[in-house]
Nanobody, 114 residues
Framework: QAQFVESGGGLVQPGGSLRLSCAPV????????MGWFRQIPGKQRELVAR??????YYIDSVKGRFTISRDKSKNTVDLQMNNLKPDDTAVYYC?????????WGQGTQVTVSS
């Protein structure tokens, strides 16, 4: 099973930035096909961005503001979030996009508020 740990969330004012980081639990877990997801209480978890091989995808609402990338030196998949908006408030999760049935991590809370 592929499991991951998310970090980097916090409270930020509108227009601010955060950088989330996703690290695999244990050794040997591939970061080739990764996605960042978010969930608001009472709503379904949604894909925000994914990186599959060298291809990246973003949902329309975060295009131009969020950037997903791999950091080979740290063995992480990061999500740089700029110009944050209150609607970005959610718990953010990372996961292998092709292994949705594997256990999900605790996520990291992002709150955008003045």
């Amino acid at each position: 099973q592929a499991q991951f740990v998310e970090s980097g969330g916090g409270l930020v004012q509108p227009g601010g930035s955060l950088r989330l980081s996703c690290a695999p639990v244990g050794s040997g877990t591939s970061l080739r096909n990764m996605g960042w997801f978010r969930q608001i209480p009472g709503k379904q978890r949604e894909l925000v961005a994914r990186i599959v091989g060298d291809f990246v995808y973003y949902i329309d609402s975060v295009k131009g503001r969020f950037t997903i990338s791999r950091d080979k030196s740290k063995n992480t998949v990061d999500l740089q979030m700029n110009n944050l908006k209150p609607d970005d408030t959610a718990v953010y999760y990372c996961h292998d996009v092709y292994r949705p049935s594997d256990p999900w991590g605790q996520g990291t809370q992002v709150t955008v508020s003045s």
